[in-house]
């Protein structure tokens, strides 16, 4: 990070200011010309506090972002305080589920999985062909679940310890709905192949795991009307998911996204997409393509720029957040397409929405409804 803030003052002396964060000395390097905001840019790498909800003190006065450190006689060992504003932030750390019950140890959960199911459950899984399992302990998948075969259409086994996808998954050709939220599933253990021999799956979700990509095999769920992998730790998905051309709902929220595949923009039949809380800075064009898209939320990023072509080509958008961005309404207002989307706006709400302004760079928040994201 520092190398890169230095590139452009080759001719400056570099200093180390050390910055106090909660509990945490952050060392911060950069040339003496370097300004307090090149400062906050370092510190929104180490801390994911965007610069303009970051108030940087030093010997009891609120530093100006327009300042050079040299300036604000700042030198190195200069001890600089950052308080941080609530909620702004950009990405997010996944949430790992802790052991709700600690007394019983995991040899306890481990003879419960293995235990033989009651003949009564089985027989409601074969009548109704839904599998829950969901919040029952489980370390593995009881092998009673294989047994259904092709009669399974959902299976739900979120709220557990597993941390293998069962490989047995292949035999339940067709399945549907698949719920896997909420365990405790990292890239090593998790064989997406399996999943992309459930041919028949249109649902498909994996919030609240440890997974930190989605690979190319995500392109041969070609059936997958709904995806949702919020609160992972997601750095990459591959640019196969341009291939889901029947998605319509997509969930990848609260990641440590830094770009979104241009790919995404080919998946023609989407109507919501969450990409809140990652670290995204800038926004593929191609997502202009996507003229079904009624619902787009980026709040919690790190967003600069909006592409004109997503105003312009996605022409049934009425609901759009970029809270917790960079951009201001008068940004967004300036741009081919606002008017047209402005109309839509008004003709979905009943009511008019506000626009909420936080501090000087403007926040904008359509006022989208998180209740609609809330998974089966």
């Known amino acids: 990070m520092a190398n890169s803030a230095q590139e452009g003052f080759c001719d400056s002396s570099v200093i180390t200011i050390y910055v106090k964060h909660g509990k945490d000395s952050l060392p911060v390097s950069l040339p003496s010309s370097a300004s307090i905001g090149d400062l906050m840019e370092q510190l929104q790498q180490l801390t994911k506090v965007l610069p303009r909800g970051q108030k940087l003190i030093f010997k009891g ?102 941390q293998r996808l069962p490989t047995e998954l292949t035999l339940l050709t067709n399945l549907q709905k698949l719920r896997m939220v909420s365990n405790s599933f990292t890239d090593s253990q998790f064989e997406w192949q ?48 341009g291939n889901l051309l029947l998605l319509e709902k997509l969930d990848l929220s609260h990641n440590c996204l830094t770009e979104v595949p241009a790919s995404l923009g080919s998946c023609s039949s989407l109507i919501q997409v969450d990409l809140s809380a990652n670290l995204l800075k800038d926004l593929p064009e191609t997502l202009g393509g996507l003229h079904k898209l009624k619902v787009l939320i980026l709040g919690s990023n790190a967003l600069k720029a909006f592409p004109n072509e997503i105003l312009q080509g996605c022409i049934e958008l009425s609901t759009l957040s970029l809270h917790g961005n960079e951009l201001t309404l008068e940004d967004l207002e300036k741009m081919d397409g606002w008017l047209q989307f402005d109309e839509r706006r008004k003709s979905k709400y009943s009511k008019q929405i506000e626009f909420n302004v936080m501090g000087s760079s403007s926040g904008f928040d359509e006022g989208a409804d998180p209740l609609q994201w809330h998974h089966w």
């Open 61 to 162: 006065k609120v530093l100006d972002a327009k300042l050079s450190l040299e300036t604000a006689n700042l030198s190195s060992g200069s001890k600089v305080m950052l308080m941080a504003s609530q909620g702004i932030r950009q990405g997010s750390d996944a949430v790992v589920k802790k052991n709700k019950f600690p007394a019983r140890g995991v040899a306890a959960i481990t003879r419960q999985s293995s235990k033989p199911l009651e003949m009564t459950r089985i027989d409601t899984w074969r009548a109704t062909r839904i599998i829950s399992l969901r919040d029952a302990e489980l370390e593995m998948v009881p092998s009673e679940v294989w047994s259904l075969g092709s009669l399974a259409r959902i299976l739900d086994i979120g709220g557990n310890y597993l």
């Open 194 to 241: 399996v999943l992309a021999n459930l041919k028949q799956l249109t649902t498909l979700a994996l919030d609240h795991n440890l997974l930190t990509r989605v690979p190319f095999e995500v392109g041969f769920l070609s059936s997958l009307k709904q995806f949702s992998v919020g609160y992972n730790k997601l750095v990459s998905v591959a640019k196969e998911i």
